[in-house]
């Protein structure tokens, strides 16, 4: 997939992240959900978490185009692979359970959790060695596990969404040419040493 798809893609993830952040406030101004749905806040939460998965998996595909080149190994590949198959198999379970009015395919959702959080564990820390976002990214997708904290969790996952979807957007591609990012973190140390092996030459 080719750099520029980088931005609009960034792009659905913010809205994907804003879904979240929708779907957590109406959980949270509402009663709890019946099983089987018996509300209108009911089925609204379950469409928006639904819609929720299906566009962030947008910012995992950004995340990975942005930063595949520079994993430096299969950590990256695996986490990415995981977080999006975990992803996705919590987008089918929430389908499920909108068409079945009810809890549906709980056992999938639970694996897909399970999945997720390991994919971001290992993207997350692929990220941080591949040094192509600031490195503080690589803890906000770590932090897109406190999807498993409940309401407050889901709005904490659409604001970290929003920010990294905004990060991945406002970000240049890289050309042909240009420095990479680690060598320009690099440089002031880079610059210190060589200074220090022409002082000791002299």
Known sequence: MPPETVRPLA?????????YVLSGVVHLASPEQTDPFSRASDNLIQILLALSFLLTLAGFVALHVRQAGNYGGP????GFRAAAVGQAAMLAAAVASFLA???AL????????????AGLALLS???YRAA???HWT???VAALAVIVFGKFGVVLTGLVWITLGYVLFSQRAQRPGDPHPRALRDLP????RQNSRDRTAQ
């Open 125 to 127: 820390v692929a990220g």
């Open 75 to 78: 950590r990256g590949w695996t």
């Open 106 to 117: 709980s056992f999938l959702y639970t694996v897909g959790v399970l999945v997720l959080l």
């Open 11 to 19: 792009l659905v993830a913010m809205l994907g992240g804003a879904s």
């Open 132 to 134: 192509i976002l600031p």
């Open 138 to 140: 690589a803890y906000l």
């Open 189 to 192: 140390r880079t610059r210190k």
């Open 101 to 103: 009015g009810g809890s």
